[in-house]
Every structure is written in C-alpha cells, then in structure tokens.
C-alpha cells in the first residue's frame, strides 16, 4: 500500500482560506466512492494558528502507479481546481507501508 501525503499553504485572507480549504475537504471525502483505487481518504484543517501550512491530506491507494491513477481522475482534478487562485505552495511524500 502506499501513503500519498500531500500539504498546501493557501493566500487570501483567513476567511477566503478557511472556505477554501472546508470546500476541498468536503470535495477530497467524496474522492474514494468515485475513484477504485482510493482506499482511504482523511483530510485535516490546521486548527494552529501559529503555523503556517493550512490543508493536509493522506489518501492510501494499493501501488506508487495508482498515485497518478488517483490524480489524474476526473472527480479530483474537479477537487484540486478547488483551490485555483488560492494554492501558495503545496508538499508531497508518497511512500510503501504494510
């Protein structure tokens, strides 16, 4: 299985941040009834007002080729192009665990 970790940092002001980021999550926990390969998904709003990274995601997918399967379906270019105008900077790790 693999972890596909992914973080983004989004401009705008704190309101404009927050409805962005609640309108992503929303859209990302739709993703594993409408993408086979999606095992899981679980997606957090940082709460620390203190840090500066706004949205994480971990969705699980059984090989390193179902990463790309997963990104490039349908159903989640619709959720990425939720934070069009918005994504400052975004960080991945995808990694194999048991």
């Known amino acids: 299985m693999v ?3 992914v973080t983004f940092k989004l401009s705008g002001s704190d309101e404009e941040r927050r409805h962005v980021a ?3 999550k929303n859209a990302l ?3 594993p009834a409408k993408i086979d390969v999606l095992k899981s998904m679980e997606v957090g709003i940082n709460e620390n007002p203190n840090e500066d990274w706004d949205v994480v995601l ?3 997918v059984p090989e390193m080729a179902d990463v790309a399967k ?3 379906h349908p159903a989640h270019v619709a959720a990425a192009a939720l934070l069009a105008g918005h994504k400052e900077a975004r960080a991945c790790v995808d990694y194999y665990f048991e």
């Open 29 to 31: 926990l739709e993703l």
């Open 70 to 72: 997963y990104a490039n």
């Open 22 to 24: 609640e309108s992503f």
């Open 58 to 60: 971990t969705a699980v």
């Open 3 to 5: 972890k596909h970790i």
